[in-house]
């Protein structure tokens, strides 16, 4: 008999997406992209909803309960940034111990509440439970899109390949946090990479930016890590990519963080999770109006690499070299 | 330092509406109904969630799993039909153990096909993880309404209340579950009442005839128990009710099961959850009407009592005393 694991988690929602799909005329995309996207009246509906677990996705022992409400809510603000959509409403379901302190729960609350106040977002009910062992939080956010929804299909050969952000440095954060529960303290440098894991926040505004403007092909939040979701974005618009090395660079303060936790730094910048940055493809040409936007919303954007024809990525590094990365984003059953 | 179960889940929740409600010009009901309101471009979009967790909601031993699936969606609808909505798309968040046989996890997918289909909802995305115990499975459905929403506010003195279908059974089926697991098979006819607790079926269609007419002022879904669920209206309504006991007829076996598994029935039928029945006010002089409406979709429609100004629940039985019920339904942190 099969188990989750031996099947595994991209097969599984595979599986999900075949068994649980259908077609209807109001609904443009349902299983498959980082948001649900439905016309309702005229508008685009995006809804996307996120399950985040003690002991799974986070432990108590890493940070204060304010920072797993902000990123409860920051994670599906990705998904939806990623659309190109304004995050408008929220559902929250929580199931928590007995034993769970009211002070712990106002934590809660209180970066909820701070992550949906900097978006304007208001929550509109959920559910509330015990658990039998450690805190689950499920959020569920509905945005809405103008004129454009930006899928993970659409990219096109030639298209220049950007990302935002810096890539890793939430895997960094994890690293440190791991290494921290058996009595290594983070230094100071450590505990900013310690918050881009622990308290990370989403490329809101700018997703819906980039939605405005017709350069942009496709759009992908890098939540598994730039391997898988590239390749998601890939595979979606049935086209290949060459990534430079190169252009991917690194804080000096990263490099030897990655050096003293016995971490090559491309490891963590290719197949680290939870940047929660933004992947897109645009015509080749639009660096002056990239540079704008990025100035305009104090928000790097790094021209990584340009879509082929030919069905395969390509990482290339300085010397024109091809690498492979092994680990492709982090796999939920393994 | 104080706990959830110091507090109390009702508490818990006027503390999370408290502090996570806020006023927005298109939202008509934030938290604290069967599910939440908003105007998106004319329709009413309502939409509620819930979680069903192994261990606290279901137990492995119980069902097949496609009950599991059927009934995460069917308690969703009843939040639904509780406003008089029609069901229309679901999100799914599901967290499984490694171990979770694909068998098992194809019987959840068939649950979920089967109630998706019997009232035309599709699936429109999710969210897979591991879970480090037991099997979670959290689902958000969105509903449309027409020209009306039912609250559980808007209930007049003078209105009768009626209830769905028939009470208690659900609960009649956990006690013989929980005593099937000690070594108590249950007979043939305590399967029906099992069937009631691992497989219930909301009143999706009645939910929607009820609003389409304005005689019917307010509405709930039987979830937690009568007497919670009519505390819910009451208090929303600002009002009293006199309840007459001798109204809530049971069926000769529900009687003999009670009497084997040593409850009172009228206990399991006030105080017992997931029922997932309605309960409604209406102008009274509306039982033609209610009659021919009970013998269109088949589903019995019983008048239980009547709305008062004095703010107190009266249950009233046959010789005209007052009786006290201890339990007021389900609570989830005691």
Known sequence: LSTLASIGEWAIIEHLKKELSSHHSQVLCAIGDDASVSKQSGAYSLVTTDLLQEGVHFERSWAPWDHVGYKALQVNFSDIAAMGGRPCYYWLSLSLPKTFLMDDLQGLITGLKRAAHEENVICLGGD???SPQ????????????????LYRHGAQVGDDLYVTGSLGEAALGLKILQANRVGLLPTKKGKNYCLRQTKPRARAMLGQRLADNDC??????????????LDHLLKASQLGAKIYLDALKYKKSFGELCKQYQV????????????YELLFAASPGEDTFLAKLSRDTKVPITKIGRL??????????????SISFSKKGYEHFH
Do not use: W
């Not at 496709?218 to 898988?228: E, F, P």
């Not at 090559?264 to 940047?275: N, R, V």
């Not at 082929?308 to 070299?321: L, N, V």
């Open 128 to 130: 509330t439970n015990r």
């Open 264 to 275: 090559l730094p491309m490891d963590l910048m290719i197949c680290g999770g939870e940047d």
């Open 216 to 229: 942009v092909h496709a759009m992908i939040d890098v939540s598994d890590g730039l391997a898988s979701d």
């Open 308 to 321: 082929i024809q030919e069905r395969h990525c390509h990482f290339i590094d300085g010397s024109g070299k």
């Open 134 to 149: 450690g805190a689950i939080i499920n959020v569920v956010v509905q945005g809405l899109a103008g004129k454009r929804v």
